[in-house]
């Protein structure tokens, strides 16, 4: 009985391990033209909830709410795409602000119905929630592109998830 204990243990853990291989395995990491450098990075004490309303007269109420349970990283990353390249699919541990400060990006997240891409130019921002979902990042034209982002992820996290292509999503050469 112990001896099939031990096996049954033995098979499980080899179950396990081979699992976290193939999905490594079947990652889609970075292209080559894609470096991400980290220019900051700094530890972050719980943020109590935070709350600012700021009303301009004749413009909409702006609203900004930020808590944080729990130590968490804050990175500062620079990320330059040469043409044809991208990020492969991934994910983040926690959300990112994201602007581009050259060039022009193409963002597909597998959180959108058929991985419909948004396009981002020079000096346009926006957010990656992070979490369960991937995206993968392509310059798809003739220049450089570039971004600063502003990550916010748990403690000692890993700041990026190499994931496998999601079904819903296109594949894309690889350069």
Known sequence: M???SVSFVLLSAAIVV???????????????GFVGTTLAVGQ???????????TAQGAPPW???????????L????NVWQPGAHTGWH??????????????LT????SEPDCKPAVYKQGMAFVDEGGAHV?????????????????LIPASAQRRVDAPQPANCPSFPVF
């Open 107 to 110: 963002n597909y997240e597998s």
């Open 91 to 104: 994910s983040h541990p926690g959300h990112s602000l994201i602007i581009v400060t050259a060039g022009t």
């Open 44 to 54: 972050l004490d719980e943020v109590p909830m935070s709350f600012h309303q700021v």
């Open 135 to 151: 995206h993968n990042i392509r310059n798809e034209t003739g220049g450089v592109a570039s971004t600063v982002a502003v990550q």
């Open 75 to 78: 990175y500062v990353q620079s």
């Open 18 to 32: 081979a699992g976290q291989y193939v999905r490594k395995a079947m990652a889609t990491p970075a292209s080559l």
């Open 2 to 4: 112990l001896r099939k």
């Open 63 to 73: 609203l900004s709410m930020q808590f944080v349970k729990g130590l968490s990283d």
